[in-house]
């Protein structure tokens, strides 16, 4: 009998859509069995070596899918499968192979939302060039980006599962080139404004599928390492490009910032294209069915060729849309969570669009100096994954450990139940400290704080997600929606908050807000996520 850990392993290491039988356990005459009674969880998890099931599934309560269309791969749970030990399951690559994937995909992660804040700088040069007047208007082009950054993951993650991840990075980046390169010569503040949220949509690509190629290539107990870098990008990214930006917009010109971003992208799309490994199991399993007989390649991969099935391709994008909003709708813990991180991410692209005035009107800086001040974050961001994200490892292995050696997504929340201690403090420390005009460094060890935070509760929330949902890039997507459009709404009002509330009263209002939604939920989840996650039809 094998222990839960290796079930859990087995659970996790399977694909979305495909369920392989092993031809030498089955007599040359045996067809496909008719779907029998579903199972239930206990006689799931009483599975040892003839166990697999897929990343596919939505486990229901007393054996009932969570999606209708689930249940047909649930007949096939019970048949053995030897991919765990297949040299193609990217798994078993090499440690080499794995992370040359990983720091591919984190560039493709960095560059994007590195376009998303590399103009912040350079907006009162863009409102002059084009005759905007309005301070919204002129925010609204800043954050359109992330408009289409809430609803593109909702179809890069289905894509991504048909046709696999590697085709949906490589092509979604020739079109985000040619859209940067598109806004560095907009005519009119309607095709700047159109043409970045064409960037954002084709952008969002890497965030959307970049955590589920983290889960392709390791298991739970090996992730954070990996996670770690991964989520550095989208939050880095931000805080480096208004350093570029400030200055390039100073020196050269703003069109030069979205030039810059489409030279980076091509630099990752040289290193991508030929570079990056398909990591996505189902696909690479396809690729390998096509060379059997088509009997054996259904006998072997049926639900595989069902999924690729070009009348049924309808279908399962259908399905895949509908999952992020059945886990928001119907799972507390996914919707809880995902309005924490939205809320901080909403407070951090707020921040971007009220620099600009506060450290040029307060303190007198230039758009260069300006773009500078952002590198508190960014350091707070790279101190947070250093420390906070290895020690935030420690503490979970030690509890597995305790655990006897079995793996719990609770285990991921003591770290985040402590970075989410420092956001608030940054926020009154940069709030008051900006708005008695003391020295400029003070509210940058503000930002600083609140970055540190910002990465301290991202990377645990995204651990726990992926731990937590069968469906974790469906769960991923769903956090990316709420996040994004926070993002997106929240430096449309910042001018007017702070000009009734002041600098200290609004980034006050702001901590309050990240108190009250992130410190008692993540200490509650530690005592009953685990029977919540039991009484879930949505969860492992």
Known sequence: MSTKPERLGRLHNASVSTVALNPDSLPAETNLPPVPPLPTKKSISDFSQHALTTDGTLHG????????????????????????????????????????????????????????????????????????????????????????????????????????????????????????????FAPSTGALVGLRFLCGWVGAAPLAVGGGIIGDLFSEKDRAPGMALYSLGPLIGPAIGPVMGGYLAETVGWKYCFILVGCLSSAAGILGVPLLRESYAPVIRLRLAKGMSPEEAMRRHPHLQEAHDPSKKWAIMRENLERPFILLTRSLICFALSLYMALVYGIYYLMFATFPELFASVYGFSSGSTGLTYLGLGLGFILATALGGHYGNVVYLHLVEKNGGVSKPEYRLPALIFGSLFAPIGLFWYGWSAQAGIHWIMPIIGCGIFGFGLMAVFLPIQLYLVDTYTYAASALSAASVVRSLLGFAFPLFASQMFDVMGLGGGNSFLAGLAILFGIPFPIWLWFRGEKMRAASSLTR
């Open 61 to 184: 309560g007393e054996g009932e899918s969570a999606i209708p269309e689930d249940k047909k791969e649930e007949a096939y749970e019970n048949i053995e499968d030897d991919w765990q030990h297949d040299p193609h399951n990217p798994r078993n690559w090499s440690a080499k192979k794995k992370w040359l994937c990983v720091g591919i995909a984190s560039f493709y992660t960095f560059v994007t939302p590195l376009s998303s804040s590399i103009m912040a700088p350079a907006l009162p040069y863009i409102a002059l060039d084009l005759g905007i007047t309005s301070e919204t208007v002129v925010a609204l082009t800043l954050s359109i980006f992330l408009l289409s950054f809430a609803i593109a993951p909702l179809f890069y993650a289905p894509l991504s599962e048909i046709y696999g991840r590697k085709w949906v990075l490589d092509i979604s980046n020739v079109f985000f080139i040619g859209f940067n390169f598109g806004c560095a």
